[in-house]
């Protein structure tokens, strides 16, 4: 699970926030985030769509952003992190290899499309300095500029 190796990562005072529409996924996460040793109050655990939670999140409160959501959130994901991260934070979007396809030209469908113009759209902004990590699914990481 993610969410242990972020917070093995993080300061002893530091809090994961996940999001997460499933209430069974919620409700493993805190079984293993227990039995890992980690106090409930490290955990901040958001029911709910990620596009219906994000507006309501603090701007400018986080450090690292980890973004492993459906392809058609990833545009609305990466603009909430630029406001929501401090400057110097990262964002980290899973899965931009698209399956494969996001080298293949004739590749058209959705998914791809938008993780091109997601990649493309960071790549591209004076917000972020960006890079791809080749790595599983592909990583898309970019630090906010200060």
């Excluded at 994961?16 to 919620?26: G, M, S, W």
């Excluded at 701007?59 to 690292?64: E, I």
């Amino acid at each position: 699970m993610s969410g242990i190796w972020l917070l093995r990562g993080m300061r002893p005072d530091g809090v994961l926030t996940t999001i997460d529409v499933e209430h069974e996924h919620q409700r493993i996460a805190r079984r293993v985030f227990a039995e890992a040793g980690f106090a409930p109050s490290r955990t901040r655990i958001i029911s709910g769509r990620s596009l219906d939670v994000l507006p309501r999140l603090a701007d400018g409160a986080y450090d690292l952003i980890f973004v492993d959501a459906d392809t058609t959130e990833f545009a609305a994901c990466t603009e909430a992190a630029l406001r929501l991260l401090r400057p110097g934070g990262v964002l980290i979007v899973n899965g931009v290899h698209a399956g494969g396809r996001i080298n293949d030209p004739a590749a058209r469908d959705v998914d791809t499309l938008t993780v091109r113009q997601t990649v493309k759209a960071i790549r591209e902004s004076e917000e972020w300095i960006p890079a791809v990590i080749s790595s599983g699914a592909g990583l898309l990481t970019a630090v906010k500029r200060s």
